[in-house]
């Protein structure tokens, strides 16, 4: 819940793209459905935009920016990160937040 305050309050508009990019894909790659290059994103840009307190044309805009910095693609349900180490950087992403236990969990599902 911290995390998303400060997304919401205190992350720009580009930040807060990258940082629930980010997010995603680690999620996705705990369950084997993404890796460190990209996945598939289901999501359209009216879906972001309402998650991270946006309007849609703003996120079109910032997706825009990402791509043209050379960071990442979101095309066709598809998300390509170009330069991850950059993306990090730009959203100050920690995945720490998102539980120490992930690791331990993972024997589980892959058994």
């Given at each position: 819940m911290a995390e998303r305050l400060?997304?919401?309050?205190?992350?720009?508009?580009?930040?807060?793209?990258?940082?629930?990019?980010?997010?995603?894909?680690?999620?996705?790659?705990?369950?084997?459905q993404g890796d460190s290059s990209g996945f598939f994103c289901p999501l359209t840009q009216h879906d972001l935009a309402n998650a991270?307190?946006?309007?849609a044309i703003h996120v079109n805009r910032v997706l825009r920016s990402l791509r043209q910095l050379?960071?990442?693609?979101?095309?066709?349900?598809?998300?390509?990160?170009?330069d991850r180490t950059?993306?990090?950087e730009l959203a100050q992403f920690d995945a720490a937040y998102l539980g120490s236990g992930r690791a331990s969990s993972r024997k589980i599902f892959s058994n």
């Amino acid at each position: 819940m911290a995390e998303r305050l400060i997304t919401l309050g205190r992350r720009s508009a580009a930040a807060r793209v990258a940082h629930l990019l980010l997010e995603l894909s680690v999620r996705l790659e705990f369950i084997g459905q993404g890796d460190s290059s990209g996945f598939f994103c289901p999501l359209t840009q009216h879906d972001l935009a309402n998650a991270l307190g946006l309007t849609a044309i703003h996120v079109n805009r910032v997706l825009r920016s990402l791509r043209q910095l050379g960071l990442v693609v979101f095309r066709n349900s598809e998300v390509e990160f170009l330069d991850r180490t950059g993306l990090i950087e730009l959203a100050q992403f920690d995945a720490a937040y998102l539980g120490s236990g992930r690791a331990s969990s993972r024997k589980i599902f892959s058994n």
